[in-house]
């Protein structure tokens, strides 16, 4: 059964860091594009940042300079550097990722910026 596990959430102050991982576990043959979505309470879910099996990168406009996604084949493993946060990046944060057709996700990880 393929699972795909979030760490690194928690609570910081505006302007602070936080990074955030997922390590893929179980069966899988292939992993395609990985990415995190997040959502805040009472909106919906958003694309944050993706990356495909080749390293190409792409983020929604409100984070660019301020995210870095980034991945390591050899560890089944996607990252969310997160710097200069803001009070409204405050959302439960998923992994996502695509083995041919088939989506998966995590759980999901709560990041919570105080101002």
């Known amino acids: 059964q393929v699972q795909l596990v979030e760490s690194g959430g928690g609570l910081v102050q505006a302007g602070g860091s936080l990074s955030v991982s997922c390590v893929v576990s179980?069966?899988?043959?292939?992993?395609?594009?990985m990415a995190w979505y997040r959502q805040a309470p009472g909106k919906q879910r958003e694309l944050v940042a993706g990356?495909?099996?080749?390293?190409?990168?792409n983020y929604v406009d409100s984070v660019k300079g301020r995210f870095t996604i980034s991945r390591n084949n050899a560890k089944n493993t996607v990252y969310l550097q997160m710097n200069s946060l803001k009070p409204e990046d405050t959302a439960v944060y998923y992994c996502?990722?695509?083995?041919?057709?088939?989506?998966?996700w995590g759980q999901g990880t709560q990041v919570t910026i105080s101002s």
């Open positions: 996502n990722m695509m083995s041919g057709t088939i989506e998966y």
């Open positions: 179980g069966s899988i043959f292939r992993i395609n594009a």
């Open positions: 990356i495909t099996a080749g390293g190409a990168t």
